[in-house]
């Protein structure tokens, strides 16, 4: 852009820098958007950019217009369409995407995990350090770590063994010295053998080719006129697509010597399946050294770095890594990006990425954590004696937990017919060789959402309320996380003998499908009639 046609435009329109836009944005309309969050609507064509010295420039009128549109009339419509006052405290939509997965919180993916900040919202209101807080539907651990970074005890109870695994790596006290150092030493040599693979050249030509149709036919102009509603998608993306493959595939060809089509974990029908020859071949070397490690504390990290890579490292797309459809190993159009992606082809970068973020999550939470007890039991909440699992396993912790009982519960129930605990860590499963209960968990997807489904989770979630009030002070606080779409709290309540005291109505906007329809959950506020 010549300087004349910088000023001429800069008189026409009050162009500022990025940072610049943040701030204005954040003084003028009350909201913390940073300068990551401008620029990637400019990287998305959402806002036009100016570009001049190498610097960018935005319209600040066209910055805020944007924002008023997405954010304010968004509260309208959404409330319009349910037909009820959402409590927008709640949907946490100014908190950064840095701050709901801060620290341990993102040590491994977890399907139907609430965030934090929901967790420390009621525990901060409703709760003290020295208290002790129960989850009968622990996940993945949310609620516990949010205790022990606020001094609070906790006490949390999974069906799923991996999802112990997952809560226990994040609570657990390390060696930090001695943590990074094993780890370290396996992503090393893992390295060092992947860096021995046959298929360097076909891979590297194959990224060659990727790149020269994207700044060809998918480049920012073409997401602009995307945005805009000027380009039919699927056609255009088809059309380039068959030009593509007909150029991979004599890649192919030219290599062919040097694609694996064998690989261990043959008799691990998911891995099997889900997962490239030389990816199974990569990921059964460093569990070779999982195996190794003496530290069981440490062993259990590197557990969690193998499963969190084997997820990335799926053989599929970019858009359906939350809904496993079809394996795919080639080259193909992403939906989410705009433009030509690739399945992984190698844990190496993963590996690598997930190692060094593990050891600083889990070294940042080391310096914010409180002194207090937790305790993680695999079990069926139906059922388990957490004054029985307590004596066993923490004599002080069951002390304690004899002298105040327990102040209260927040945990969040499985959604009717959404999710399977068991089968979305399929991978981890048959790695580690854990033991599936996938029939005790209550209202899973694979049995869908009929009469007798609803009626069974009703049961089941009555019953693990009615079991936890055994280990309940009779003022406990009971606070509730659930989408009762079909209404069948009500009846939950009334079986287990409990009382609503209100209803929040929390706004759900960092959804990860691609639904974009309002959603909502309700917490319910309960006590012990």
Not at 26 to 51: D, E, F, T
Not at 199 to 207: C, H, I, P, S, T
Request: proline residues 3%; contains cysteine.
């Amino acid at each position: 852009m010549t300087l004349d046609k910088w000023i001429h435009i800069r008189d026409h329109k009050k162009l500022v820098t990025i940072d610049e836009a943040a701030k204005e944005i954040k003084n003028k309309l009350g909201l913390n958007v940073m300068p990551h969050n401008i620029s990637y609507l400019v990287q998305y064509g959402r806002i036009n950019k100016y570009k001049i010295k190498n610097r960018v420039f935005v319209d600040i009128k066209e910055v805020e217009e944007y924002y008023k549109t997405h954010i304010f009339k968004k509260r309208e419509e959404w409330e319009q369409k349910l037909g009820f006052k959402l409590d927008w405290e709640l949907a946490f939509d100014l908190v950064t995407e840095k701050e709901r997965t801060k620290h341990v919180h993102r040590l491994h993916p977890y399907k139907g995990k609430f965030i934090p900040q929901l967790v420390e919202y009621f525990l901060k209101n409703y709760f003290k350090p020295g208290d002790i807080i129960l989850d009968p539907f622990m996940g993945s651990g949310t609620t516990l770590v949010q205790a022990l970074e606020m001094g609070i005890h906790s006490i949390g109870v999974d069906i799923s063994p991996f999802n112990c695994l997952i809560a226990e790596v994040k609570l657990q006290n390390y060696d930090i010295k001695k943590l990074r150092s094993t780890l370290l030493d396996m992503l090393n040599k893992t390295l060092e053998h992947i860096e021995q693979r046959k298929r360097k050249e076909f891979d590297e030509e194959v990224e060659l080719l990727i790149r020269k149709f994207n700044e060809k036919y998918f480049s920012q102009e073409y997401r602009r006129m995307l945005h805009m509603g000027k380009i039919n998608e699927k056609e255009y993306s088809s059309r380039v697509m068959q030009e593509f493959y007909a150029k991979y595939q004599k890649l192919k060809e030219k290599y062919r010597e040097d694609i694996s089509e064998d690989g261990p974990f043959k008799d691990k029908s998911f891995l099997y399946m889900w997962y490239s020859p030389e990816i199974r071949e990569e990921m059964a070397f460093y569990l070779s050294l999982i195996n190794n490690i003496e530290d069981e504390a440490i062993k259990k990290v590197a557990m969690i770095i193998l499963s969190r890579t084997a997820r990335s490292v799926r053989a599929t797309t970019h858009f359906d890594l939350a809904t496993l459809k079809n394996p795919v190993y080639d080259p193909y159009y992403c939906y989410k990006h705009k433009k030509i992606c690739r399945p992984v082809n190698t844990i190496a970068q993963h590996l690598k990425k997930y190692t060094y973020d593990v050891i600083e999550r889990i070294e940042e939470f080391s310096k914010l954590r409180k002194d207090a007890y937790y305790a993680v039991f695999q079990g069926d909440s139906r059922k388990i004696d957490i004054e029985e699992e307590l004596e066993k396993t923490n004599p002080e912790f069951f002390k304690l937990y004899q002298e105040k009982k327990i102040h209260g519960i927040f945990t969040s129930p499985p959604y009717l017919g959404q999710i399977d605990y068991h089968e979305q860590h399929a991978y981890a499963y048959e790695l580690f060789g854990f033991k599936r209960f996938d029939r005790l968990e209550i209202g899973p997807k694979f049995q869908g959402t009929n009469k007798k489904a609803q009626e069974e989770y009703i049961e089941g979630i009555s019953q693990v309320l009615l079991n936890m009030k055994r280990f309940l002070r009779k003022d406990a606080k009971i606070f509730i996380v659930v989408n009762d779409k079909r209404n069948l709290y009500p009846e939950i309540f009334e079986k287990a003998k409990m009382k609503v005291i209100k209803e929040f109505k929390r706004p759900v906007l960092n959804r990860t499908s691609r639904d974009r329809n309002p959603y909502y959950e309700s917490i319910f506020e309960v006590e012990v009639e």
